[in-house]
């Protein structure tokens, strides 16, 4: 006969490690959690920084604009009007003043005017709010005017 302390247990032995080799539901709920927690603050402290990287290339590319509108200006003894827009520093005006000696390539590269980082037009004031020859500004990711943060105007009268 069989002596039960001489009986061979090993696959027994092997079915409750089987069992146990795993995560509990509640372990993997646990687990996500903590990521998701991670995960939210990181996302909170991140966020505002990448409304600020759009309001920089907005500030770099009306600097672009504002530029090509003073070498307009230099070229043609004006800025392009408010019809006009900044269209005319890329193609040549069909409304008047049209000018004579517009060059071939305009006065930026490529054939059209950016959109701003939140893909609407900027808007060209002449003269502009405060004045000033000319402005162009963006309303910001609201696309309305004032704001703070990154739903701030950014415009070419606004000093850094």
């Known amino acids: 006969m069989n002596n039960p302390s001489t009986v061979n247990r090993e696959p027994l032995n092997r079915e409750l490690r089987a069992r146990r080799a795993g995560f509990t539901l509640v372990e993997i709920l646990v687990v996500i959690a903590i990521i998701s927690l991670l995960a939210g603050v990181v996302l909170l402290n991140i966020a505002p920084q990448i409304g600020m990287g759009s309001q920089a290339a907005a500030k770099a590319q009306i600097q672009v604009l504002s530029s090509a509108a003073t070498t307009y200006r230099m070229a043609h003894g004006r800025y392009p009007t408010q019809q006009q827009g900044l269209e005319a520093l890329v193609q040549k005006p069909s ?55 990154a739903d701030a105007d950014v415009s070419s009268s606004i000093p850094d």
């Open 95 to 149: 409304q008047e003043p049209i000018p004579e000696n517009y060059p071939d390539g305009g006065y930026l590269s490529g054939r059209v005017v950016p959109p701003d980082p939140w893909k609407r037009p900027y808007v060209y004031l002449i003269p502009g709010r405060s004045g000033e020859n000319f402005e162009i500004l963006s309303y910001g990711a609201d696309g309305e005017p004032g704001g703070s943060g």
